[in-house]
């Protein structure tokens, strides 16, 4: 549910309601001794805070990974007795083509190659003052705003010059400089002055230019009892997979069923929207998957071209690639030109490749109904690829390993921190086809080798990317900022 603040103007930021979510449920999973620790932290937080807010404010409340980690943190951080908040900012599409060439960009690429000149500027700051200043009714000194990535930067000075304690949160980049991160940063660094602290997923993201000892590195986690990645049977896999279309359907198979992050039942009624050539699948059939957004940097054609050059000939396997349906990821605007270069090389593929390949719409109007099905995707696949050609981080690939499924990924970004020797598969080029093309059909054929990465996957993710850890680390630079 969503609210909008109070404040003058077209562009106002709106606070996303978000359910109290327990951190008792981490106690059986955790074990005894990180769980005392968890609530210890927890408490030593609240402590801290007491009689502060803290404002979490992004672009979207839905689409992506960090709408997703937005609304399990805020549950949690709930939980522990702090008053904490969710917004997200208003804004065009002339905005968000703006912010899109500047996420690009922090990868290390041009995108559209469209200018970030003193016309861009202007416009990004205005849109941004106009949020700031809806925000500032709601926003006391001492309080501590959270503004994550390029979107938000330009409310950073407003809301520090009302006595607000602000952090930037950048959630993507790149190993090492070029002209195009250089470029970005000229636009951004401006508005970041103001911002006492910086927090990103890999130290290698934060430019040359910014003091050290202000920069903090947290590294995102995934929820495990989110309807994402709650565990779910293998007939709710079946059933919810049919129910989407991506199964063969069977007469009389009731919904497939999961909890809602609130513990009341939900049940995947809704379908996407499958481009294929061929019946659907049967429930035996292996299965490779890649979830991500339509997006050049996710390189959902070279995922789709390499599997066609080794998988078909070697192995009796399909390939889902899943994203959502373009026109509800509001801070996107490349989505529907990626998805139809996608369809462009899936017509072109041969026609025994193109009868293995689909391309996969989920419905996003229920956003707990849209990770559920995530869920049974990822659960129901023999092998999930990540093949992205760059990454700020690329949490889908810990949530893949998370359900025990073998991963293929790129050697890129913040998948290098995900997958450790033994856990998964690393490709050292992501460019370089003929050699994912193999590595995928060898590994298909090897069912050994899959569950052995499935289980020591699962183990690593557990050690190292729960939300225990992410709220730690928060904690901790609540600490360092004093009181």
Same mark, same amino acid.
């Given at each position: 549910?969503?609210?909008?603040?109070?404040?003058?103007?077209?562009?106002?930021?709106?606070?996303?309601?978000?359910?109290?979510?327990?951190?008792? !449920?981490? +106690?059986?999973?955790?074990?005894? /001794?990180?769980?005392?620790?968890? =609530? $210890?932290?927890?408490? *030593? @937080?609240?402590?801290?805070?007491?009689?502060?807010?803290?404002?979490?404010?992004?672009?979207?409340?839905?689409?992506?990974?960090?709408?997703?980690?937005?609304?399990?943190?805020?549950?949690?951080?709930?939980?522990?007795?702090?008053?904490?908040?969710?917004?997200?900012?208003?804004?065009?599409?002339?905005?968000?083509?703006?912010?899109?060439?500047?996420?690009?960009?922090?990868?290390?690429?041009?995108?559209?190659?469209?200018?970030?000149?003193?016309?861009?500027?202007?416009?990004?700051?205005?849109?941004?003052?106009?949020?700031?200043?809806?925000?500032?009714?709601?926003?006391?000194?001492?309080?501590?705003?959270?503004?994550?990535?390029?979107?938000?930067?330009?409310?950073?000075?407003?809301?520090?010059?009302?006595?607000?304690?602000?952090?930037?949160?950048?959630?993507?980049? !790149?190993? +090492?400089?070029?002209?195009?991160? /250089?470029?970005?940063?000229?636009? =951004? $660094?401006?508005?970041? *002055? @103001?911002?006492?602290?910086?927090?990103?997923?890999?130290?290698?993201?934060?430019?040359?230019?910014?003091?050290?000892?202000?920069?903090?590195?947290?590294?995102?986690?995934?929820?495990?009892?989110?309807?994402?990645?709650?565990?779910?049977?293998?007939?709710?896999?079946?059933?919810?997979?049919?129910?989407?279309?991506?199964?063969?359907?069977?007469?009389?198979?009731?919904?497939?069923?999961?909890?809602?992050?609130?513990?009341?039942?939900?049940?995947?009624?809704?379908?996407?929207?499958?481009?294929?050539?061929?019946?659907?699948?049967?429930?035996?059939?292996?299965?490779?998957?890649?979830?991500?957004?339509?997006?050049?940097?996710?390189?959902?054609?070279?995922?789709?071209?390499?599997?066609?050059?080794?998988?078909?000939?070697?192995?009796?396997?399909?390939?889902?690639?899943?994203?959502?349906?373009?026109?509800?990821?509001? /801070?996107?605007?490349?989505?529907?030109?990626?998805?139809?270069?996608?369809?462009?090389?899936?017509?072109?593929?041969?026609?025994?490749?193109?009868?293995?390949?689909?391309?996969?719409?989920?419905?996003?109007?229920?956003?707990?109904?849209?990770?559920?099905?995530?869920?049974?995707?990822?659960?129901?696949?023999?092998?999930?690829?990540?093949?992205?050609?760059?990454?700020?981080?690329?949490?889908?690939?810990?949530?893949?390993?998370?359900?025990?499924?073998?991963?293929?990924?790129?050697?890129?970004?913040?998948?290098?921190?995900?997958?450790?020797?033994?856990?998964?598969?690393?490709?050292?080029?992501?460019?370089?086809?003929?050699?994912?093309?193999?590595?995928?059909?060898?590994?298909?054929?090897?069912?050994?080798?899959?569950?052995?990465?499935?289980?020591?996957?699962?183990?690593?993710?557990?050690?190292?990317?729960?939300?225990?850890?992410?709220?730690?680390?928060?904690?901790?630079?609540?600490?360092?900022?004093?009181?």
């Amino acid at each position: 549910m969503e609210t909008t603040a109070g404040g003058p103007g077209r562009y106002s930021v709106r606070q996303i309601e978000v359910p109290v979510r327990q951190l008792s !449920r981490f +106690g059986p999973l955790l074990g005894a /001794d990180r769980y005392a620790e968890l =609530l $210890r932290v927890a408490a *030593s @937080a609240a402590m801290r805070l007491e009689g502060r807010t803290v404002v979490n404010v992004n672009s979207t409340a839905s689409g992506g990974g960090v709408a997703e980690m937005l609304d399990m943190l805020v549950g949690y951080v709930r939980d522990a007795g702090i008053d904490v908040r969710w917004d997200v900012l208003a804004a065009d599409a002339e905005f968000f083509s703006i912010t899109k060439r500047l996420h690009n960009r922090l990868h290390g690429v041009p995108g559209d190659a469209g200018d970030l000149e003193a016309t861009e500027a202007r416009h990004y700051a205005a849109v941004t003052a106009a949020n700031a200043t809806s925000a500032l009714g709601q926003v006391r000194p001492g309080d501590v705003v959270l503004l994550h990535d390029p979107q938000t930067a330009g409310m950073a000075a407003a809301l520090s010059d009302a006595g607000a304690r602000v952090v930037w949160r950048c959630h993507v980049g !790149r190993d +090492g400089a070029n002209r195009w991160t /250089d470029g970005a940063w000229s636009f =951004l $660094r401006p508005h970041l *002055s @103001a911002c006492e602290a910086y927090v990103f997923s890999r130290l290698e993201y934060a430019p040359r230019w910014m003091d050290p000892s202000r920069v903090h590195v947290i590294p995102p986690s995934i929820d495990p009892f989110s309807p994402k990645n709650q565990e779910l049977s293998d007939d709710a896999v079946v059933r919810i997979l049919r129910g989407i279309g991506l199964l063969a359907d069977q007469e009389g198979s009731p919904p497939g069923a999961f909890v809602r992050s609130d513990g009341s039942p939900g049940r995947v009624v809704a379908r996407a929207a499958i481009l294929r050539d061929g019946p659907p699948l049967q429930p035996g059939d292996p299965l490779v998957v890649q979830v991500s957004r339509w997006d050049h940097l996710k390189d959902m054609v070279g995922v789709m071209e390499g599997f066609a050059r080794a998988v078909p000939s070697r192995v009796d396997a399909h390939l889902a690639l899943v994203g959502p349906q373009m026109d509800l990821v509001a /801070d996107d605007p490349e989505g529907a030109a990626v998805f139809a270069e996608c369809v462009e090389a899936w017509q072109a593929l041969p026609d025994e490749s193109r009868h293995r390949v689909q391309l996969v719409c989920l419905p996003m109007e229920d956003v707990e109904e849209n990770a559920a099905m995530v869920n049974a995707l990822q659960r129901h696949a023999t092998v999930i690829v990540q093949k992205s050609l760059r990454e700020g981080f690329g949490l889908t690939v810990a949530e893949a390993m998370w359900k025990g499924r073998a991963v293929i990924a790129s050697r890129v970004g913040g998948i290098i921190d995900q997958v450790a020797p033994g856990t998964g598969i690393l490709l050292e080029d992501p460019g370089d086809l003929d050699a994912f093309a193999t590595t995928l059909a060898d590994l298909l054929v090897d069912p050994e080798a899959i569950a052995r990465l499935g289980h020591r996957a699962h183990q690593h993710v557990l050690a190292e990317f729960v939300t225990d850890v992410h709220l730690e680390r928060y904690a901790a630079l609540i600490e360092w900022m004093g009181p």
